[in-house]
């Protein structure tokens, strides 16, 4: 197969991948198929390791997952079309989600994605000129207790404001260090993130608190109140 490289040796639609490149997804998507009872169980974390790749899950991603889970590639191209985390285009190196569901909309989340739409000069799962930042507009990020809440490549960025988060993209922009609120200090990239979501972890996932604040109010009147959920019959 003709193969063409882009900056990082990944491929490009329509192509082959690298052979070094080819090499590595081959011997990390062995290991992630040989976690799971049947090869084809393995489909969502493959399409996030070719993802890793390529800012996107490309035609060549398609047919890897396909080839390595002994699936039609109908069968890969039908499943990564259904989520919207796989992509169909390259995304930002750092994908930027607003949440635009009831209790965030009504806290603000829709004036935050107007105005950082228009901030940014990009809409929904498009990519500024310089490929630094994209944007979603994400149905729910399961955060309402600290609503308007964005994601920048899944970490959470809480009880944002238009100014806040124009300040958050512009710093992402130029290279600054953001930390997001909850979770590791480090924000990693689009790619680096797709990764950890295949399954290889990053060595980040106990850094910072996994819940703070708001999340626990229900636990601490629990407690108090010595409420505990009902035993199994």
Known sequence: MNQERNEEGGATVGTGYAPEVRERLEREAKEIIGRYPRPRSALLPLLHLVQSVDGYVSDAGHEFCAEMLGLSKAEVVGVATFYT????RPMGDYHVGVCINTLCAVMGGDQIWDELSEHAGVGHDEVTPDGK???ERLECNAACDFAPVMMVNWEFFDNQTPESAKQLVDDLKA???VSPTRGPKKLCTFKEASRVLAGLPDGQAG???SAAGASLEGLKVAKANGWKAPEPS
């Open 175 to 177: 290279g600054k260090e």
């Open 85 to 88: 985390m796989y992509k169909r």
């Open 133 to 135: 930042i994209s944007l």
């Open 207 to 209: 850094d910072g608190p």
